[in-house]
C-alpha cells in the first residue's frame, strides 16, 4: 500500500506563503502524475495543481498565478508552493495521484487569517 504524508501547513496572515511537502512511500512515484487537493469545512474537496512525470502543470482558476506545484523523483516528495494566500484558500490540503487514486493521507491545515 502506499503511503502519502503530508506536512507544511499552518496560520498564515492574507498574503503570506507556505510551502507543503507530500512524501511518498515506495518506489512507484516518478511513474504517475501527482495532485494536490483540498477540502474546506462544508465543501468538496477539490483538485488544486497537478503535475505529470513530465513536468507538466495544471492549476484551477481559483489558485493559477499563486501556487506552483513541483515535483522531486529523488526523493519521493511533490510540493506545493503557496503565495498570495487568501482566506478562502484555508483548507486541508492532501496529496494523491489523479489518475490513480490511493488511500488518502491525514492532510495538513491550511489556515489564513488576519
Known sequence: QVQLVESGGG???PGGSLRL??????SIFSFYA?????QAPGKQRELVASITTGGTTNYA????GRF??????????VYLQMNS??????AVYCCNFPNYIRN???G???TVSS
Do not use: F
Open 11 to 13: 496560520l498564515v496572515q
Open 21 to 26: 511537502s507530500c512524501a511518498v512511500s515506495g
Open 34 to 38: 501527482m495532485g494536490w487537493y483540498r
Open 61 to 64: 482558476d481559483s489558485v493559477k
Open 68 to 77: 506552483t506545484i513541483s515535483r522531486d523523483n529523488a526523493k519521493n516528495t
Open 85 to 90: 494566500l487568501k482566506p478562502e484558500d484555508a
Open 104 to 106: 488518502w493521507g491525514q
Open 108 to 110: 495538513t491545515q491550511v
